[in-house]
């Protein structure tokens, strides 16, 4: 079964405005942690912001957010004042406390352009 | 400071030949794990090590095999290699369990 599903393959937005990112994920552990990376054409893998399973918050960096709704198993990220180096992959991944090795879990990610 | 650095950054082999991936971690990072990802995909698990034990490995055939040496540094080696082997094969970092850090991966072309 996929523990991770972004069902937007490729979205477009204007310069400075907001985006939002699906994510929903499937897991039966009480503990985990959800990830939220954003992949250039370099191919490198950037952190961009991670919410625990037991955080009552919401977790902000900067000009990301991400909104979390524990009981629809969904974290989507906010992407605010979108600059044009935004444009890139985001990938969302998961965390599972079970395991004891440290695999992330990712989806199949979403394409973001920003226009000018 | 020196993020995760890989090598090569592309190579192109041939269907049944042998590769090596090579990663250096971050200093003072005891953990690396590699993801093999395939264009338009998200990257999949193959293997963690940490203090040069294999702490996980993903759903991959026996061909794929790794090692951690001593300076934290690790190897990924892909026998008798098949088209679908070719993907950006990622490295990442960390202590045992903080967040990841990943170079800019190692693109594999098998023809």
């Known amino acids: 079964a996929q523990k991770i599903t972004q069902t937007q393959p490729g979205m477009f937005v204007q310069e400075k405005e907001a985006v939002t990112l699906d994510c929903t994920y499937d897991?039966?552990?009480?503990?985990?942690?959800l990830f939220w990376y954003k992949q250039p054409s370099s191919g490198e893998m950037i952190f961009l912001i991670y919410?625990?399973?037991?955080?009552?918050q919401n977790a902000t960096e900067g000009r990301y957010s991400l909104n979390f709704q524990k009981a629809r198993k969904s974290a989507n990220l906010v992407i605010s004042a979108s600059q044009l180096g935004d444009s890139a992959m985001y990938f969302c991944?998961?965390?599972?406390?079970?395991?004891?090795?440290?695999?992330?879990?990712f989806g199949a990610g979403t394409t973001v352009t920003v226009r000018a | 400071d020196a993020g995760v650095t890989q090598s090569p950054t592309h190579l192109i082999k041939t269907r049944g030949q042998h590769v090596t991936l090579r990663c250096s971690p971050i200093?003072?990072?005891?953990?690396v794990s590699w993801y093999q990802q395939v264009l338009g995909q998200g990257p999949q698990f193959i293997f963690q090590?940490?203090?040069?034990?294999?702490?996980g490995r993903g759903n991959f055939p026996d061909r794929f095999s790794a090692r951690q040496f001593p300076n934290y540094s690790s190897e990924l080696n892909v026998n008798a290699l098949l088209l679908g082997d070719s993907a950006l094969y990622l490295c990442?970092?960390?202590?045992?369990?903080?967040?990841?850090?990943f170079g800019e991966g190692s693109r594999l072309t098998v023809l």
């Open positions: 090590y940490y203090e040069k034990e294999e702490r």
């Open positions: 897991t039966s552990d009480q503990s985990y942690g």
């Open positions: 990442a970092s960390s202590p045992l369990r903080g967040e990841l850090f």
């Open positions: 919410q625990g399973s037991y955080d009552e």
């Open positions: 200093s003072g990072h005891k953990s």
């Open positions: 991944a998961m965390r599972e406390s079970r395991s004891n090795d440290y695999k992330l879990s």
